[in-house]
C-alpha cells in the first residue's frame, strides 16, 4: 500500500504562495532551490506528507535541464505552459526503492526509464547545514494536463526536525485523500493499480478508489480526457474554528456541512477540509 509522500502545485512566484497559504493560516516553511532551476517554499504537515508550492527561481538553470532533458523540469514545463492548469501538478509517493518501483512500473508498461538525481543544502536549527539527496522514479505520462505521478526516495541519513513547521494556525493536521478527476476512470484502472500498487475498488456512480496508507485515491468522472487533480482533501482539529478563523480573514469558502471547501488560486482545484476524528 502507498503513502502520499507530498503533492507539487505550480506557482509563478514563491513569495505568491507564501502569501496565499500563510493567509488561509498555513505555516509555510523557508525557500529552498533545486539545482535544477525551480523552488520551493513547502507547508509541511504533522503526519509527514507535505504540499509543496513550486515556483522557477533560476530561469537558466531551469532551460538548461529542460534542454538536456531533465524530465521532472519538462513536465512542470509543460504543465506551465498550459493555458489552464491544474492546481497540483503532481502527486508524489514515498519510496524505500526508487529503482525498484521505476522496475515495476516498467514491468507493467506504467513507467519510465529515466530517473532524476539530486541533493541540495538545507540549513538545521542550530545554524549549521546537512546535504539532502533524492532519488525520483516516474510513471508514465499520457498528456501534458495529467497529473505526474513520481516516487520519492530520501537517501540521506539526517532526519530534519520539522515539528515547528507543522503546527499551523488553522489547525491543518495532514492530508488524508486525493481526488482526480478524468472521462470515463474505469480506463484507468490497470493503470493507477499499478501506480498505487493496491486494488481499485468500485465505490458507485464510476466512481473509483484506492486505498492509501492514511487516506485514499478516489477517480470521479469529469470533463477532461486526462486524468487531473480535482481536490486535495486535509484533516483540521476542529472545523468550526478553520470556520471562524477564514470568516476573520476575509476568505472565501463553500460550506459542504462536514466540510469545508477554498479553490486553489494557481489553477483548477480546491482544498477540502474535514474534521480530524480519532
Known sequence: MRSIDHLVMPFETLSAARQWFER???CVAPDAAHPFGTGNACVFFADGRYFEPLAVVDRA???RSREEGHLFVERDADMR?????PAVSGLAFRSDDALADRQQLLEEEAGEEDLVEFAR?????????AELSFRLAFAAL?????ASFFFVEARHRVKPDR?????HPNGAAGIVGVTLCVRGPHAYRDYLAAVADGEVQDAGG????IPLEGGSLDVVPGETDALTV???TLAVADLAFAREFWQSRGISFTDEGAAASIACPNGRGTIRFIEDRP
Open 230 to 232: 480535482d481536490s486535495v
Open 163 to 167: 515539528a515547528a513547521l507543522t503546527v
Open 206 to 209: 464510476g466512481i473509483l478508489s
Open 61 to 63: 538553470a531551469y532551460e
Open 142 to 146: 499520457f498528456a501534458a494536463e495529467a
Open 24 to 26: 488561509l493560516g498555513f
Open 121 to 129: 543544502k538545507m540549513r538545521l536549527p542550530d545554524g549549521s547545514e
Open 81 to 85: 505552459a498550459l493555458a489552464e492548469r
